[in-house]
């Protein structure tokens, strides 16, 4: 049974800091781990890639503000997030692309709540 479990969510000022943390269980291999956001009534939006290499992508509103992260053998990543602006706000999802049944799995989301 797969879980993806997501952490480290809150509110914060505009121009803070946060960390998320996200792991994943019941997956032997995966080929990409990362993280979606979903604003108020928006879609839902790709922030962040990494692979088992460390190779990571991150969206262009994102680059240079956030840092993607992770632990291969623990399945677990995270998202350091720095310069917060109030257009980060939303739910942020984590996700797991599974190398054996080729499968994407999320979690249920944390909630990142930036003022301005």
């Known amino acids: 049974q797969v879980q993806v479990v997501e952490s480290g969510g809150g509110l914060v000022q505009a121009g803070g800091s946060l960390r998320l943390s996200c792991a994943a269980s019941?997956?032997?291999?995966?080929?990409?781990m990362g993280w979606y956001r979903q604003a108020p009534g928006e879609q839902r939006d790709w922030v962040a890639t990494?692979?088992?290499?460390?190779?990571?992508n991150y969206a262009v509103s994102v680059k240079g503000r956030f840092t993607l992260s992770g632990d291969n053998a623990k399945k677990t990543v995270y998202l350091q997030m720095n310069s917060l602006k109030p257009e980060d706000t939303g739910v942020y999802y984590c996700?797991?692309?599974?190398?054996?049944?080729?499968?994407?799995?999320w979690g249920n989301g944390t909630l990142v709540t930036v003022s301005s």
């Open positions: 019941g997956i032997i291999s995966f080929s990409t």
């Open positions: 996700y797991i692309n599974s190398r054996t049944d080729w499968m994407k799995y």
């Open positions: 990494i692979t088992p290499g460390g190779n990571t």
